[in-house]
């Protein structure tokens, strides 16, 4: 114990008398705070347009409500009163939104919610006319990536170990230490591992440092995301000193040492993944050209034609065996009633296209995700996204999510529109809900698998290691 | 002089070539820059082959789409997808960003739909491996692991002093070895480059580039300056540094400051300074503007009051229905072009927004080189957001031209009231040209990229005021 205080105090000693490291530790700070803050800003941005397309929406319903309360009287409305009490109007007017507010931590990691959108504009109409528009973005920004607290751990953080621990062994050697700590009685690997555990202490203390304050900007606490957050901290960080370890019990000189640790950085962080990426697209070509025409507003060539409208509905009908009787009702309202049966159909017979090209993704993200195991800078960065849900795969179920409240608008509308009944103010209190369903267990499941790779990476390599540096010798 | 410079570039490159872990990494980054090509050629080959057969069906669509109303047709429209540019297989530049395809309709001018990226996991935020990547980032960390301890060792043994007190200059050991560096990385890049051009220019490829050749004249020009610019640097860096370990330390954090953090922050920080609006209020703005008009006296019933009373009194008629021409042309098309007046409007101050956040990039391309040679780099590729938007401009265009065609026919030839009755067919959808596209001429880049082109001289002037002068022989 006594060694380790005497260790560790040189060892501060020498931190704050070094300019350099000094500056590097304070740099990382600072940055991340920026990073912190840059999340912060962006989530925050994505929540003020969630709450603007919820006021908006919320107001508009408030107002078909209220429409019942009297009479109207002039043209407006009436015809604001046809909006709210016909489904001919209704099924197609009326605006909801399907949203993915942003995780607690959100901020700490942003993942994909730059890339995909996280609100979703629906009506009752063809649902693949609606799903794929993107939101406003600078395409540079998207290409460069987010500044954020998991950029700053995932890439900058390793950094700082590789700064602070390549010379902890060639050093001394350099400087004409070694000949006299081998007089020592205690062990080179000892004194190592030792110093080793002051800057695991310092540079884990500050990336949980960073990510308290990050925490306090959460409008929740949710204990779960909190403890997994450190965990994954822990676990990565810990990754890169038994590397550095590693490289350290090769004994060779600093700069080989240094030069070593910096080509790791790069196959980890950039050439790696970067080969992955560019060989997915090469295996598993992504075509979207063919659901492109799925988008395309259709209409019927004559509307004139009662014949081919009614056709259009009996075939709709037919997939909706609920509705037993509105074939006897058609005369009413009949060109409303093609066209929802019209859209209805296109998205049914465009279904399996969709699935098709959703599943060459699914495959895509499949293989790509074999290969998460081996690379603990994506493992972690997948399980920060996880955590945060921010992920692509919270992004599928949101597509999911969409699909079956789709499914409820339309069958909410259509049920009365086919049955020729109107809209009353009490529908008002059963209109449909978007709901959101994640996974959550299996996404925990994911990141507990993702963890445990990690750990057990960073416990071979460490083990390893502490045989190595006995076996090599000067 | 000239000997001296070349006798010491041999013996650097000697020096170089009994390095085996430098052997190594150079075959890694050369394999990586063969992979690196070879992946972005079938990716092109694919992409080229999915685009042209859906750009094909697209067309054969409209063509074949049978009788109809034009307005009809107008909203039926038609498709354009994104073409791959042949240099996208050496720099796939923000393809992965935008989206690939647009619906082009009436009254709407939709938006690009289906980034790729949307198609990858989370580990697509990691980048992908292009030639461009290589070239930018991995082999200047070679040239830096080369040449960092290039002047410390020689004034660690002792054999600089050795040198100079021989008469050989300080300016021709610098010059030596900036001329043996550089021609470490020419091994690379010149042949790298002569394929290119082969490939490019006496391939048989799509024309979607302009100025093929010059572009990749260019290209190898740009990367040659920075890859030089970068080379002296990290010489002068070893010159002035005490010790290997020093220059080391510098030179990577300078790679890793300049070519990792300051291009993601600058970035970051182009965002916070000039943040963007949801693209619901982007289009609530849009369409609440063609609505209510631009100017009071512009709200769309004074305007379709306005453009009825012009009509009646040009033609000297009482009612619209007496006009030679049919009026619900007329007013679609002029809610057409009062929409477009107004799209134009907020994209201009859209595009606006997207220069002022990447001109934070630019301007920090004076600190980091990167950022200069890769905004140059996608330039050049036609892969970078100024040839997007000329993409888009010019789909627009199309989509316009394609609209006004049908209103104009609706007008002149169909009868006021009639709508299911008035059909046209293949002889007006055939009017309608094939939509073709092809990048402006590489001159125009200049007008964009001038803070790139003159970061990256100012970085290549350099050379001339670092290098040692020949009188100077004092070692630091």
């Known amino acids: 114990m006594k060694l380790i205080s005497l260790l560790w105090w040189r060892e501060g000693f020498s931190i704050i008398r070094n300019t350099f490291q000094m500056l590097l530790l304070f740099t990382t700070f600072l940055l991340g705070i920026y990073a912190i803050y840059y999340g912060y800003s962006k989530i925050e941005a994505q929540r003020k347009t969630i709450s603007y397309v919820e006021h908006i929406e919320r107001e508009e319903f408030e107002k078909y409500r209220k429409s019942f309360d009297k009479s109207p009287v002039s043209i407006q409305e009436k015809h604001f009163f046809d909006i709210a009490s016909k489904p001919s109007y209704a099924w197609y007017r009326h605006e909801y939104n399907a949203i993915l507010p942003p995780h607690n931590l959100a901020h700490l990691s942003l993942g994909q919610r730059d890339v995909e959108p996280y609100y979703r504009k629906l009506t009752g109409m063809s649902l693949y006319y609606q799903l794929f528009e993107n939101e406003l973005a600078n395409p540079l920004k998207l290409f460069v990536g987010n500044f954020d607290l998991s950029f700053v751990i995932v890439y900058l953080f390793p950094l700082l170990i590789i700064a602070f621990t390549y010379g902890l062994f060639a050093e001394e050697k350099e400087k004409g230490m070694l000949p006299l700590l081998k007089l020592q009685t205690i062990g080179l690997r000892k004194i190592l591992i030792i110093r080793m555990l002051f800057y695991y202490v310092l540079i884990i203390g500050l990336g949980v440092l960073l990510s308290l304050i990050g925490f306090f900007l959460s409008k929740e606490i949710d204990t779960l995301s909190i403890c997994l957050w450190l965990l994954t901290i822990i676990c990565y960080l810990s990754f890169w000193f038994a590397l550095m370890f590693f490289l350290i019990s090769l004994k060779k000189n600093s700069s080989s040492t240094a030069m070593s640790a910096a080509s790791l950085w790069l196959l980890f962080l950039i050439v790696f993944p970067a080969v992955l990426n560019i060989y997915a697209a090469v295996v598993y070509p992504i075509d979207n050209t063919t659901i492109a025409d799925i988008t395309r507003r259709k209409g019927l060539e004559n509307e004139d034609d009662l014949k081919e409208a009614k056709a259009v509905i009996y075939e709709y009908l037919e997939h909706r065996e609920d509705l037993k009787g509105a074939d006897s009702l058609l005369d009413t309202n009949v060109m409303a009633k093609t066209y929802a049966a019209f859209t209805s159909l296109n998205d049914h017979h465009n279904r399996q296209e969709v699935l098709d090209y959703l599943n060459q993704i699914r495959l895509r993200k499949k293989w790509i995700s074999l290969f998460r195991w081996a690379n603990p800078a994506v493992n972690t960065q997948g399980i920060f996204n996880e955590i945060t849900r921010t992920d692509s795969g919270t992004f599928q179920s949101f597509y999911q999510s969409i699909d079956s409240f789709h499914k409820n608008i339309t069958s909410f509308y259509h049920d009365k529109l086919f049955m020729n009944k109107q809209l009353k103010q009490k529908d008002y209190k059963v209109i449909p809900q978007f709901n959101l369903i994640v996974e959550n267990t299996s996404i925990n499941q994911t990141i507990m698998r993702g963890l445990i790779e990690v750990m057990g990476t960073t416990f071979l390599i460490f083990s390893f290691s502490l045989v190595l540096f006995k076996k090599i010798t000067l | 002089m000239k000997n001296q410079i070349f006798l010491i570039a041999q013996k650097e490159l000697n020096d170089v070539a009994r390095q085996n872990s430098l052997k190594i990494l150079f075959v890694i980054i050369t394999a990586l820059l063969g992979f690196s090509l070879y992946a972005g050629f079938i990716v092109y080959k694919q992409q080229l082959t999915i685009l042209k057969t859906a750009q094909d069906e697209k067309r054969a669509e409209w063509l074949d789409q049978g009788d109809k109303h034009p307005h009809i047709a107008a909203h039926y429209g038609t498709f354009v997808f994104k073409p791959k540019t042949l240099l996208s297989l050496f720099d796939f530049g923000l393809d992965s960003y935008t989206g690939t395809s647009v619906y082009l309709e009436a009254h709407y001018p939709h ?366």
């Not at chain 2, 970078?384 to 010019?394: A, I, L, R, V």
């Not at chain 2, 001159?443 to 350099?462: D, G, H, I, K």
């Open chain 2, 111 to 476: 938006e690009f739909m289906f980034r790729p990226v949307q198609g990858y996991g989370n580990m697509i935020r990691f980048g992908e491996l292009s030639a461009a990547l290589v070239l930018q980032l991995l082999l200047p960390l070679l040239i830096l692991f080369i040449t960092f301890q290039t002047f410390t060792k020689e004034k660690e043994t002792g054999t600089l002093k050795l040198l100079l007190s021989q008469g050989v200059t300080l300016r021709s050991v610098y010059l030596g070895k900036l001329l043996a560096y550089s021609l470490i990385f020419l091994m690379i890049t010149v042949p790298f480059f002569i394929g290119l051009y082969i490939l490019g220019v006496l391939g048989n490829t799509r024309a979607v580039l302009s100025d093929l050749g010059l572009r990749i004249i260019l290209l190898f020009f740009i990367y040659t300056l920075y890859l030089v610019a970068f080379t002296n640097f990290s010489i002068w860096i070893s010159f002035k540094s005490s010790s290997a370990r020093n220059a080391l330390l510098t030179l990577l954090i300078f790679w890793i400051g300049t070519g990792i953090i300051l291009p993601k922050t600058s970035a970051n920080l182009g965002e916070t300074l000039y943040p963007l609006s949801s693209i619901k209020k982007f289009k609530e703005e849009i369409q609440n503007d063609i609505k209510n008009g631009m100017t009071a006296d512009e709200s769309k019933e004074k305007r379709l009051a306005q453009l009825k009373a012009r009509y009646l009194q040009k033609y000297q008629v009482d009612s619209i229905s007496q006009l030679p021409l049919n009026f619900q042309g007329i007013r679609m098309q002029e809610g057409e072009e009062y929409a477009n007046k107004v799209n134009d409007f907020h994209n201009a101050i859209l595009d606006e927004r997207f220069e002022h956040q990447n001109k934070v990039g630019s301007l920090t391309s004076f600190i980091a080189p990167y950022i200069a040679v890769r905004n140059l780099s996608m330039a050049l590729a036609a892969t970078d957001g100024y040839s997007f938007n000329d993409f888009k401009e010019k789909t627009e265009t199309y989509r316009r031209h394609l609209i006004r065609t049908m209103n104009k026919d609706m007008a002149e030839n169909s009868h006021f009231g009639e709508f299911y009755e008035y059909k046209v067919g293949r002889n007006l959808w055939k009017t309608i040209s094939d939509f073709r596209y092809s990048t402006p001429a590489v001159t125009q880049l200049f007008q964009y990229y001038w803070m790139e082109f003159a970061s990256l001289s100012l970085w290549v002037l350099a050379i001339f005021i670092l290098i040692p002068s020949s009188n100077k022989n004092k070692i630091l």
